[in-house]
T-cell receptor
């Protein structure tokens, strides 16, 4: 099956610093990647949809200047949390898919990144 | 708008059967998914229904009624390792956006 990796798996940073999270599709080319955030005991909330070579589409309520998304290649998307604060502490998960038409193309999830902001 | 409802928590006994319900109201419906998620891990795909009816896959089955906006996940012969959160998700839009419900935390006890 398709494999998606995330790096780092866990990061602790000081308030006010920026953190970059990488999402890679290892054995397929991902035309679209999605970024989710999950707080404890809550479900996944879609933050943004990222298409290779174009600007990300952010969900309502997600600050695009705070959560910078770059999808420069078909195998890599990055999420940068700028000026992180303790309330940004969360589990960040990416998924990747290749849109080939039809009703649905399966999303493959990365293992997640646990961000803790002190 | 998008709205997906499922129970917050359920408990069941090892070896039993449990049914987790999900109701949804989404625009541009393109299918209903069930995922399993263990704490601190990414979701893993369980099932996908786009047509009405029951899809069976081993110990797991999923049902969809589009007219009622209703789905359920049926888990048979429960095992302790089935203790996890089960996420109902609907897909909509041209970019296959997944909209997740809050998840149902299932606790299986001996």
């Amino acid at each position: 099956g398709a494999v998606v990796s995330q790096h780092p798996s866990r990061v602790i940073c000081k308030s006010g610093t920026s953190v970059k999270i990488e999402c890679r599709s290892l054995d397929f080319q991902a035309t679209t990647m999605f970024w989710y955030r999950q707080f404890p005991k809550q479900s996944l909330m879609l933050m943004a949809t990222s298409n290779e070579g174009s600007k990300a589409t952010y969900e309502q309520g997600v600050e695009k200047d705070k959560f910078l998304i770059n999808h420069a290649s078909l195998t890599l998307s990055t999420l940068t949390v700028t000026s992180a604060h303790p309330e940004d502490s969360s589990f960040y998960i990416c998924s990747a898919t290749t849109l080939m038409g039809g009703v649905y193309n399966e999303q493959f999830f990365g293992p997640g990144t646990r961000l803790t902001v002190l | 708008g998008q709205n997906i409802d499922q129970p917050t928590e359920m408990t069941a006994t090892e070896g039993a059967i449990v049914q987790i319900n999900c109701t949804y109201q989404t625009s541009g419906f393109n299918g209903l998914f069930w995922y399993q998620q263990h704490a601190g891990e990414a979701p893993t795909f369980l099932s996908y229904n786009v047509l009405d009816g029951l899809e069976e896959k081993g110990r797991f089955s999923s049902f969809l009624s589009r007219s009622k906006g209703y789905s359920y996940l049926l888990l048979k012969e429960l095992q302790m390792k089935d203790s996890a959160s089960y996420l109902c998700a609907s897909i909509s839009g041209g970019y296959n956006k997944l909209i997740f419900g809050a998840g149902t935390r299932l606790a299986v006890h001996p």
